[in-house]
């Protein structure tokens, strides 16, 4: 069941040991989670289906749709000690029966079949543009639908995008995401940034 229980135990897990500026790096709370988990089944089905996230992080996103009812899950993450985390948050959560965990580059990343849906949250490209890309373009290769999240007033440039690989793209809603102060030149406790959901489809 995708509510707020989900929302609370994916908060609870473990976080990354050691963040990096140049990956974006920051955990999407369990509220976000929860809203990309709905989305994601209302518009593809996540009952036994079949999930991929790309910048995975600490599995977060990949965990939650395993316990909404996803019969298998790869998480893509570049970073070792963010892969070593989320497979430690997959046996805790109880799933490691319905989650992989593969430590690649998802530019490098290369799936062996297609999935029903990828679910993820790409760096924004605050620290180099368009580092969003990559993630968007492979997930398409991967699967026939995608949820993701983007800087909010992005969501033109990719519709303009999607037509170009052959899919749809529609702007779900904004959520307000928070950054807390993790590295040295945040100044504030913590602020918010509007991210939109966007959902990708790829056109027959």
């Known amino acids: 069941m995708i509510d707020r229980r989900l929302a609370m135990e994916l ?4 976080g990354f040991p050691e ?3 140049s990956l974006e790096q920051y955990e999407t ?12 089944d209302r518009e593809f089905g996540l009952e036994c289906s079949r999930v991929l996230d790309l910048g995975a992080g600490t599995g977060r996103i990949g965990i939650g749709a395993a316990l909404a009812g996803a019969c298998e899950v790869t998480c893509v993450e ?6 070593e985390v989320a497979r430690r948050n997959v046996k805790r959560a109880g799933v490691e029966d319905r989650v992989e965990v593969v430590e690649a580059d998802v530019r490098d990343f290369e799936p062996e079949d297609q999935y029903d849906v990828t679910i993820m949250n790409p760096p924004f490209g605050a620290q180099r543009r ?3 890309r990559p993630f968007v373009e492979v997930a398409l290769e991967a ?3 995608v949820v993701s999240l983007h800087r909010a007033g992005t969501e033109e440039f990719w519709k303009r995008r999607a037509r170009e690989l052959g ?3 529609d702007a779900i809603g904004v959520v307000r995401f928070p950054i807390p102060a993790m590295y040295p030149h945040h100044r504030s406790r913590i602020r918010h940034v509007d991210a939109v959901v966007l959902v990708f489809k790829k056109v027959d």
């Open 19 to 21: 963040p990096k500026l």
């Open 11 to 14: 908060d609870g897990l473990e």
């Open 167 to 169: 899919a749809t793209c």
């Open 29 to 40: 709370p369990g509220e976000i989670v929860r809203v990309l988990l709905s989305i994601a």
């Open 143 to 145: 699967s026939s639908g």
């Open 78 to 83: 570049v970073d070792s000690k963010a892969v």
């Open 130 to 132: 368009g580092a969003d």
